[in-house]
């Protein structure tokens, strides 16, 4: 009997790409390796994708749209600055959590020699860039009359906010004294805090 090429496929087979290249990294997973996993043929996965660098495409589209969602609802409300920038970091944080594999491929395994997959996060960027330099960058530079760059402050908040996610595998073996659950309920705050004190430091100078 022949495979059918339905939408459950193609969600497996990106589930599968999402574990497997957060797992062993984008380069090291081959096609065929994929598809076993979601049980489809290779046929299957070019049929939908044409490509693992297509494949690959989708799921940063994926990471990219939600979190920029994120950023524009929780960055544009109408409160006050360090209102909505805990709203935003708590937020986001959870987005994280729930997608802690799309996050790892997105940003440890995406594979900085490929121009067209550069060009592509550098499209999503920028749109980031310009909402991070409205309601971060510019309110600071009124308050200070000291102007943050957005390339900086976006590449940092969210580096911020996904290291204990990309850390979590070897700081829960080290399991230092508060680093569980507890911890991990506090999180968005302590970013936020220290975020925020960053930047008050920072017009200080």
């Known amino acids: 009997m022949a495979v059918r090429n339905t939408p459950e496929s193609r969600e497996r087979i ?13 380069a090291s997973t081959g096609l065929r390796e994929l598809a076993e996993m979601a049980g ?4 299957m996965v070019n049929y939908f994708f044409g490509s693992k660098k297509n494949l690959l495409l989708t799921i940063l589209e ?7 969602a994120v950023v524009q609802e929780e960055l544009t409300r109408p409160d006050p600055f360090e209102v909505k920038l805990r709203a935003f970091v708590h ?20 594979p900085h020699d490929d121009p067209d997959i550069i060009r592509y996060k550098a ?6 860039m310009v909402i991070i330099d409205k309601e971060i960058c510019l309110p600071l530079a009124r308050k200070t009359g000291k ?4 390339a900086a402050v976006g590449p940092l908040i969210i580096t911020m906010m996904s290291s204990r996610f990309l850390f979590a595998p070897v700081m829960e073996r ?6 569980g ?13 220290i975020f925020l004190n960053g930047i008050n430091g920072f017009g200080k100078q």
Do not use: C, H
């Open 181 to 193: 659950e507890q911890f991990f309920n506090e999180y968005a705050d302590i970013i936020a805090t």
């Open 91 to 110: 937020r986001a944080v959870q987005y994280i959590a729930e997608n802690r594999d799309y996050m790892i491929v997105t940003l440890a395994e995406l």
């Open 174 to 179: 080290v399991n230092p004294p508060g680093y």
């Open 62 to 68: 994926t990471f990219f749209s939600g979190y920029l």
């Open 14 to 26: 990106i589930t599968a790409a999402v574990a497997l290249f957060a797992d062993q990294g984008y």
């Open 147 to 150: 102007k943050l760059s957005p």
């Open 40 to 43: 489809v043929n290779l046929a």
């Open 123 to 128: 499209e999503w960027a920028r749109k980031a």
